[in-house]
């Protein structure tokens, strides 16, 4: 063999001894090892000679191995599994290496069929040698269970029948309804059992009442061909194409193992999954891998594009600061952002701002004798939204050639055509009574100075 490939193995385990084989050796030649020290060492050293690593495959093999089977009404998953495992309880020990199938049943029933083993005699020797050897094993098979395959391959797939299976260490006697494994016992090597497993299967309470008339056989076994209690069975042999380790060897190969390890015992369970399963599992995990690469590409590119915006984001607070710094002190700044925000609410609640006042400048134009000294204007926002208009204060200055009577015409006439245009214009403020009853005199030989109050209509652009 050649070193750095991987070797499986084919192992029958049986109650007085072990057979084993390398899987593709062709024809396969088992090599019979006794379940003692001697036969413990000579295995050990059989399974050193693959250079390389190396796994096996367990057929157990043992008169102790017992079938049962429950019918349950149609449960979900997770209850058939938590009933498997009550059922497990109840019928084997803890310890006990068990499997277990669901079966199709009749109407809204399944069945459950339950294989076990117990860790008696010698199977926990080899069990122990074989899981801390050369070749740990991967998967278990049963005995009882490799029945079905054989049924399909001879052909004995279809209504109760009984089958005689070969076996390395004994013969084996299965009961078959429909292809599928009812019953199976061991018989001895003479066939001194048969009487009482044909009984035993007679006390079932669904044994077929007429009793079943066809017994497969594969002819690798000729001691029991003959045997008394099998004369009134109708014979059909089936010989197989080849030996019986050969045939062994190609349905271990395909098939997942039946057995479970027992609680507490960590082996690989990849050769308990079918071949499917297992090219599934791996086409998962490459793709698991690919996807795992590009969500790590995805990352660091996104860790680029985060340190990018990273320095964007340094590079425009520097230049805020410098901003900030050449705009002055931050008082200045409050005043001059708090003057822009009254100018713009303004200029959206009076948006014909502009006309307004040029018409007011048409009107102070006309006047020449009045010069305006100061402008002041005053916009509520709450106020312009219901159309009351902005407040603008001017203080105007008469020509000092006016006599105070000649100015107060002057300022009336203002105030009318403010008026007539629309505005509400009030005089504030004058430097002599100005009602009509009262004899103009102006408080001070100075130029004639008068405060008037206009109320801007908010008129809507347009209008």
């Known amino acids: 063999m050649k070193a750095g490939k991987t070797h499986e193995w084919i192992i029958v385990l049986g109650d007085t001894a072990a057979w084993a084989w390398p899987l593709f050796a062709s024809p396969a030649a088992p090599r019979r090892f006794a379940a003692d020290a001697e036969g413990h060492a000579a295995l050990l050293r059989c399974l050193g000679e693959s250079h390389g690593e190396a796994h096996s495959r367990v057929l157990i093999d043992l008169a102790c191995e017992t079938l049962h089977e429950q019918h349950t009404p149609a449960l979900r998953w997770h209850d058939r599994r938590a009933l498997a495992q009550q059922c497990r309880h109840n019928q084997f020990a803890a310890d006990a290496l068990v499997g277990w199938r669901w079966r199709p049943g009749l109407a809204d029933d399944t069945v459950l069929q339950l294989c076990g083993v117990p860790m008696q005699g010698s199977l926990p020797a080899w069990l122990h040698l074989l899981t801390h050897g050369a070749a740990p094993p991967v998967a278990l098979y049963s005995a009882s269970w490799l029945g079905e395959p054989l049924a399909r391959t001879l052909g004995a797939s279809h209504g109760p029948a009984l089958l005689l299976q070969p076996g390395l260490a004994s013969a084996r006697l299965s009961w078959l309804q429909d292809g599928r ?32 008339p066809t017994l497969w056989q594969t002819g690798e076994d000729d001691s029991l061909v003959h045997h008394p209690a099998l004369a009134g069975f109708q014979r059909q042999q089936a010989p197989l194409e080849s030996g019986w380790p050969d045939w062994l060897s190609a349905q271990l190969s395909r098939q997942p193992g039946d057995y479970r390890w027992p609680p507490g015992t960590s082996r690989p369970q990849l050769g308990q999954c079918s071949p499917r399963s297992r090219r599934l599992t791996l086409a998962i995990s490459l793709a698991a891998a690919v996807l ?24 425009l607070h520097a230049s805020n600061q410098q901003l900030a710094a050449s705009l002055g002190p931050a008082e200045v700044t409050q005043a001059r952002r708090a003057a822009l925000n009254s100018l713009l609410i303004l200029r959206t609640r009076w948006p014909r701002l502009g006309d307004d006042l040029d018409a007011l400048a048409e009107q102070l134009a006309r006047r020449p004798a009045l010069s305006v000294t100061a402008l002041h204007w005053r916009a509520d926002p709450a106020r312009l939204s219901q159309g009351s208009g902005a407040h603008v204060q001017l203080e105007l200055r008469a020509d000092a050639t006016l006599s105070a009577r000649q100015a107060l015409a002057e300022l009336e006439q203002l105030l009318a055509a403010c008026r007539q245009a629309g505005w509400n214009a009030t005089l504030s403020h004058a430097p002599f009574d100005t009602r009509a009853e009262a004899t103009l005199h102006s408080q001070s030989e100075e130029v004639v100075r008068f405060v008037v109050q206009l109320t801007l209509p908010a008129r809507k652009a347009g209008q």
Not at 186 to 212: K, M, N, T
Not at 297 to 313: C, M, P
């Open 292 to 315: 795992g690469g590009g969500w790590f590409a995805w990352g660091e590119a996104l860790n680029r594009q985060a340190a990018q915006l990273a320095e964007h984001t340094r590079a």
């Open 181 to 212: 494994v009812r019953h199976s016992r061991q018989v001895g090597p003479a066939g001194e059992d048969i009487s009482l497993v044909l009984d035993f299967f007679a006390s079932q309470p669904d044994y077929p009442a007429h009793g079943i």
